[in-house]
């Protein structure tokens, strides 16, 4: 069944009621404007941790509430619509999915339960060019007696800034974009050697550049199940989930170009009286039903474990990078000058729109996967 | 919830056997053409023997309205059976065994609006493929302005007498009857004076001339109506309240054009484009050509997804029925590209328009014929003013 359940409802109506008043729009602007050093409000992402956000996909013996990942999708469309800067991303999303898939039993036991009271930001460190792209690991982890010794670089590292901790990806063997040879590590963020520099994104999130300059980490750092493979699904799941926030975005976005069509008035009508406009807003009706159909089905496909997860999170995420870009783009035009001020919150979705995109592997990355998944 | 994997459900694990059982060979994969189908109506033979004992087959078992009330000739199913039915039909790619606007138009109206007489009679007329319907909608001037027509009835006491024209009368030169939109009343708003009304095509006063297309056929005819005498029982509805059911009624035919009805299968672009076009290392020889494949591709999966998910909603109670118009534009836009892929993709194969023993040889025709699924049914930028104003809720100039 393609819809949600009653208790999924009352989760999406709770995070959407606190989010109302506790991270409106305003509330990004305001973290921007004051130079805020998190990046982040503390306080808002306390409250995020008290409602169980950070537990939805963390299982009830390391006392989380085992929600599951459609869980999770609502909420993160909800934060899509609000823009609302937090480490759900990051830490929820990426960092804690990377631990339940690759963590060994002892790295679960001691970081599942912190992470699911909120105590633990955290941050997954891969890539290392402009462009998403899994195999491209040059960081090297080499095993000394004491431990492995990490030398390299990373990029657009998600809320590096202020984790706690990293998952860094880095080879223990083979060359550059080999399959093989690659592995997942823990390492803190005090570690000596490990350099944070903090980069501002277009959309007033914190992302960072991260360097290695001989950083040790003990054997028992090393994740369990971390290779190539897991990697690639916890890039999968990171997509769907991304994909679920661009939704949000997409549906808010839309709505207030639709909500301006009917108050602007030209010529002596109101704008969206203009048939021009109105096939344009038809389309893109259209194509947000579309996207709302493939995020379900992709977010069950994760809970379900069903085979072909990769093929689905690449459809996800092709269709809302397109879709994302289509209607942020239609919503400035439709705006006219009002759009490109800096006073209207429209243009916020343009730009988280083009980070949220570009995360994990953009339109043409992911349509171009779909098709080799595809077979042709 | 039915468990795939521990076993089947029993009805679905019946039906399966039944089917594979009795569906012959010929009437599996893909449907070439229109003449490749059987529509049932007194001038209607059967396309092949297999045709025959196909639509026998299914009729006895009640399945060709397997939804529809036992009394009404249908097979009674639950829409759970039905859907299920529908399934195995689609893996077994099983034509339908009766294809005709009668099924796929008139009978959910008349379902909903018709009264009970009516009902027994033409309902188990239809299934019984005794009767082939046309639709008599459109008029030279009414086209996407359909509540502008003029075809006019005037009440004569004991009949109407109906005057006028109808003009892309899909196959009206082979079918039995017509479900016709006609003007019982010229005054107030437009809407309010028309009524829904069923005419014999072998009444006197009635005429077809055909008009050819594009593609070569004519499948399609100019149909006029001089001093039609038609009974009084033959209106459907509330005189004067038909607008209501010609709505109602598209709906149905949008879903059948947009795809949504499952019947009109498709052709598998993906499988004419990589037999034309060849791969190398897995990838489509042409990248220009797999860009474009690949985003109709994912947009034809996503909309199939969108199809599963307004069943579900509207089986969870949420009202989805605005969503005809999506169904239609997307539906028929997604054909016209399927269409366009699989020409550049034949080249010169597909441009050649004999009815020679050529594999692609039907391809000219189906591309030229698709051109007016965008048309038919309502336009698509009448599709679009629909959901603007009856979704999105924008403002008429
Ligand atoms: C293959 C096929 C089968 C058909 N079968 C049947 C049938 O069996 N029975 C039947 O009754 N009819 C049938 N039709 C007729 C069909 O419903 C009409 O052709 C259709 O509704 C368009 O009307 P029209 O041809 O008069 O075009 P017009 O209404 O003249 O449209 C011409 C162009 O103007 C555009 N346009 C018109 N109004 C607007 C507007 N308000 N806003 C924006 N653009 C507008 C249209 O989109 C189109 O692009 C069939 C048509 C085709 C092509």
Known sequence: MLVINEEQKMLKASVRDFLAIQSPLAALRKLRDEKNSDGIDRQLWGGMCEMGLTGLTISEAFGGLDFGYLGLGLVLEETG?????????????????????AGSAAQKKALLPELARGQLIMALAHEEKAHHDPGHVATKAELRRDGYVLNGHKTFVLDGHIADKFIVVARTAGKVDDAKGIALFLVDATAKGLKVERTQMMDSRNAAKISFENVLVPKDQLMEAGDYDTLVKIFDIGCIGLAAEMLGSAQECFERTLAYLKERRQFGVPIGSFQALQHRAAKMFIDIELCKSVVIKALKAIDDGTPDLSRMASLAKAKLGETIKLVSNEA????????MTDDAEIGFFLKRGRVAQQTLGDYPYHLDRFARLRGF | MENEIGGLNPFRKETRTWLEENCPLTMRGQIKDVNDLYWGGRQGAFPSDDHKVWFERMHAKGWIAPHWDKKYGGGGLSDREHKILMEEMARLRC????????LAMLGPALLKFASETQKEHYLNDIVNAKIRWCQGYSEPNAGSDLAGLQMKAEDKGDHYLVNGSKIWTSFGDLADWIFCLVRTNSEGKKQDGISFMLIDMQSEGTATRPIRLISGKSPFTETFFNDVKVPKENLVGELNKGWTIAKYLLTHERQMIGGIGETDEKLNVLEIVNDAIGSVNGKLNDTILRTALARHEMNREIFALTIDRAIDEAKAGNDSGALSSLFKYYGTELNVEAMELIMSASGSDALMMDDSADKHAFLARRFLRSKGNTIEGGTSEVQLNIISKNILGLPIK
């Open chain 2, 95 to 102: 034509k339908p065994p009766l294809f005709s606007f009668g």
């Open chain 1, 332 to 339: 400035i035009q439709m705006h006219g000058g009002i759009g």
């Open chain 1, 81 to 101: 619509r609000t823009l609302t800067a937090s480490p759900l991303i990051s830490t929820v999303l990426l960092s804690t999915t990377a631990i339940n898939l």
